[in-house]
C-alpha cells in the first residue's frame, strides 16, 4: 500500500450508501499526514486523561457521547487533556453527528497541525462506512492479465493465454446485455479475508478493450453507461485454453476445481476453446449454473443422484424378475 494521506480520505470517490461527507473545518496545513492502518479510536478514555494503551496511530472519531463531555470540559475549563491528545500526533480527528469542537480544541489542532474533520453522519453510520472503506484501501493487493466481467450477476474472471480470445468472449457478453469491469488487467483485493474485489488497474483504461484487427473501443462510448461498472466481487474464474486432443477434459462437473488468489479460493472452470464452441454462450451458462449453486443446487450432484436411483430400480426389477422365473422353473 503506498502512503495514504488525511487529504486521500477526504479525496476517496465514494458513492451514496458508502459517502463519508467529510470537510475539514481546522488544522488544513497537516491534510498529508499518513493514515497507517484502518483502524479507528473513540478516545473517550484519553479525554479523561487514561493514556494507557492509546492507539494514536488510529483516526480518532469524536461521537455524542464524546462531545458531550467535552462541552463539560470546556465549561469546567479542565481542557490539558486536549494538548495531551494532540502531543500523541494522531493522523486527524473527525466529528461526528454535525458536531464540532470549540475554540480551545480548534487553536490546539491548528497549533499542532493536526486535521480536525466533520460530518453529518451519525457515529454508527459513519464507523461503519469508514471500516469499510479503509479495509479496502488497506487490503492485500495483487494484479494478473485478464479480463473481468459480470454476467448474471456474477463477476467472472476470465484468464488464459494472450491471443486465446478472452477480449473478444468478453466483448460477445457485452453485446448480450453483461458488463465489463476490466480488460488486459485486473487488480484484485482480498476483504478482510472473505472475499475478493476486483477492478481496473487504471480507472481511466478499465473501460476500453483492445480487440485484434480494430484496435483500442471505448465500451461506455458504444454500449453506453448500462454496460460497465468500476468493481465487482470475483465469484467464479474461467480459464481458457486452446483444444488439446490428448486432454482429458471434465464432461460431468463432478470435480470442484478452485484458483487462489491472495490466500482466498475462487470456483474455477476449464474451458477449452476450439472452432465452433461458442464461448459465451458457455460462460453464460458457467454464470448460471454458479448462482444455482449459492442457492444450494448442484445440477452433477442431482444428476448422480438419478442416476443411482435409476441403477437401484434397475437392479431391484433384475431381481424381481430373476426370483420369478426361478419359482415358474
Sequence with gaps: MSDFTVLDLLDLDLKEHNHLDLHCIAGRSGLSRKITNSKISRPGLPLTGFFEEFAAESIQVFGHGEQKYMDKLDREKR???YAQLF?????????????????????????????????????????????GSLGEVFAPTMTIHAVLVEVFGIGVLITGESGVGKSEAALELIERGHRLISDDTVRMKNIGDSYLIGMGENPTL?????????????????????????????????????????????????????????????????????????????IETAARNERLKKLGYYSAKEFDQSVLKWLESETARNVYYHSTDEEQN
Design 79 to 81: 481542557t490539558d487533556t
Design 206 to 282: 478499465a473501460h476500453h478493450m483492445e480487440i485484434r484487427g480494430i484496435g483500442i473501443i471505448n465500451i461506455s462510448t458504444l454500449f453506453g453507461v448500462g454496460a460497465i461498472r468500476d468493481k465487482k466481487q470475483i465469484q467464479l474464474s474461467v480459464h481458457l485454453e486452446e483444444w488439446d486432443s490428448t486432454k482429458n477434459y471434465d464432461r460431468v462437473g463432478e470435480e470442484e476445481q478452485t484458483d487462489t488468489f491472495l490466500g482466498i479460493s475462487v470456483p474455477k472452470l476449464l474451458i477449452p476453446v476450439k472452432p465452433g464452441r461458442n464461448i459465451p454462450v458457455l
Design 87 to 131: 502531543d500523541h500526533h494522531v493522523p486527524c480527528c473527525i466529528f461526528c453527528d454535525g458536531g464540532q469542537p470549540t475554540g480551545p480544541f480548534l487553536r490546539l489542532a491548528e497549533e499542532t497541525s493536526t486535521p480536525v474533520l466533520v460530518t453529518p453522519l451519525l457515529s454508527a453510520d459513519f464507523a461503519r462506512r469508514l471500516y
